[in-house]
């Protein structure tokens, strides 16, 4: 009897560290317009091929192509562009306002406007988003004032939160915006719950549910996979795989699945996988699982391919753990230039007419700054009352609430 051979364990490692060249040639692209439209009431089990494919829109040339395309009117392309670009320059600043000090705290978007700006289009006012905090997106394309975004930034008096969140997990009830929590993946079962709640009471709305690459190794992503598959649920669950959480490439969360939206087909959920950086793609799949979930059919896992390029947050350094080449060697190129070319292309756009729109966003967005810093900083200016802390928690205080109140002299 040979004696049994030693076990040894797998841990997946990314195709490249720092100080390696970027290397994206396992990754396959289809060309744009390639990817076939479903019918909404096609069964899931006969689109399983929408899973290890891309749905893309936008070719090299600045095409919109395919069965995916002629959605949107040139007006809402161009108000699309603008969105993208306030929430480029909306981050820029607030980037900058981290490291001046006045805030603790801040996320980027950089390389993912379209994922929230193209989604939020393709939805109603009145559904509910249940997102991550990489979806600012979704208030700017909604109409929120950037100012109260600045103040909850900020924590100062006027902030609608009364300092009570950290800086980027805005809360926006009337704007279909809800409270973003730090506790990862919560947000997914909640919004499922949310949809069922929603058809329970014959509402109309629908809800939107969204989760980062590295949160779907979480339980509740799982609960709410099935909550939602036996239901049929109302509600889009989006996965935005940027390529990295945190410091840790998406192969960790992935585990062996071919693709994060391949996960869909063990509960019975159609799965879609689109172009994250493509503002025409993602407005299009959107628009497909929204009319699926307004039809009663049930709910739809979309995959966003896209890549973060920016740090995880301002206490990251993601050149400790990626290539600081990676971000231009990513293949499928970067939204805001993508949706510039095609309006080019289209002749609905123009160098002189970017440029203006670029002075007039900037403008826009110092001057929201500039009244949220009268209100007050981290460093400077009024603060919310510490008053508010015992505030908003029960309907009717208890007493042992009202003798702390009391003691602390508020």
Same mark, same amino acid.
């Given at each position: ?9 797998h ?10 060249t ?6 396959e ?9 479903p019918?909404?009431i ?13 749905v ?9 192509v395919?069965?995916w ?14 969105h993208?670009m306030?929430?480029r320059q909306?981050d ?7 490291r001046?000090g ?7 978007h950089l ?6 700006c ?16 990489r ?6 394309a909604?109409?929120?004032p ?12 006027a ?7 950290l800086?980027v997990?805005y809360?926006?009830r009337d ?5 973003i929590s730090g506790?990862?993946g ?7 719950g949310?949809?069922? !709640? ?5 509402d #109309?709305? &629908? ?6 690459? +590295?949160?779907? $190794?979480? %339980? =509740?992503f799982h609960?709410?996979?099935?909550f ?8 889009i669950?989006?996965?935005v795989?940027n390529?990295?959480?945190i410091?840790?490439?998406q192969?960790?969360?992935r ?6 939206a391949a ?5 019975g ?5 689109v ?11 959107a628009?497909?699982a929204?009319?699926? !979930?307004?039809?009663?059919?049930g709910? #739809?896992? &979309?995959?966003?391919v896209?890549?973060?390029? +920016?740090?995880? $947050?301002t %206490? =990251? ?10 971000f ?11 949706l510039?070319?095609?309006?080019v292309?289209i002749?609905?756009?123009?160098e ?12 826009e967005v110092?001057a ?13 200016g009024?603060?919310p009352?510490?008053r508010?802390?015992?505030?908003d928690?029960?309907?009717q205080?208890p007493?042992h609430?009202?003798?702390?109140r009391?003691e602390a002299g508020?």
């Open positions: 009897m040979t004696a049994p051979r030693p076990l040894s364990l841990v997946p490692e990314p195709g490249c560290r720092p100080g390696d970027p290397d994206f040639s396992d990754f692209i289809p060309r744009a317009g390639a990817v076939r439209r019918a909404i096609e069964a899931p089990e006969d689109m399983r091929d929408m899973a290890f494919s891309v893309r829109v936008l070719n090299k040339a600045g095409e919109a395919g069965p395309a002629g959605l949107l009117d040139a007006e809402a392309l161009r108000k699309g562009l603008r993208m306030t929430l909306f820029e600043r607030m980037l900058k306002a981290q001046q006045k805030t603790s705290f801040y996320m980027q390389g993912e406007e379209a994922v929230s193209a989604f939020r289009m393709a939805l109603e006012d009145g559904d509910m988003h249940f997102p991550t905090y979806q600012a997106g979704l208030l700017i909604g109409g929120y950037m100012t109260d975004m600045m103040n909850q930034i900020y924590s100062n008096a902030d609608p939160l009364k300092g009570r969140q800086p997990m809360s926006a704007h279909g915006f809800f409270t506790n990862l919560t947000q997914f079962i909640q919004a499922v949310w949809a069922m !709640a929603s058809a329970i009471s014959n #109309t709305r &629908i809800a939107a549910g969204w989760i980062g690459d +590295g949160s779907t $190794s979480e %339980s =509740d609960a709410a996979m099935v939602a598959s036996s239901y049929k649920a109302p509600v669950l989006n996965i795989n390529q990295w959480a410091s840790t490439f192969g960790m969360a585990g062996g699945a071919v693709t994060f996960r869909g087909h063990g509960f959920i159609p799965s879609i996988r172009d994250g950086n493509d503002y025409l793609a993602v407005h299009a799949v628009s497909w929204a009319e699926r !979930a307004r039809s009663g059919l709910p #739809t896992l &979309i995959e966003h896209t890549y973060r390029a +920016g740090g995880h $947050s %206490s =990251d350094d993601p050149s400790a753990y990626r290539s600081k080449e990676e231009s060697a990513w293949p499928l190129g970067e939204p805001i230039d993508r510039k070319r095609h309006l292309t002749g609905e756009w123009s002189e007419r970017h440029t203006q729109a670029l002075a007039e966003i900037t403008d110092r929201c700054q500039k009244q949220a810093e009268a209100n007050g900083t981290l460093i400077s009024r603060k009352s510490p508010a802390m015992f505030d928690v029960y309907a205080m007493p609430l009202q003798r702390q009391q508020f």
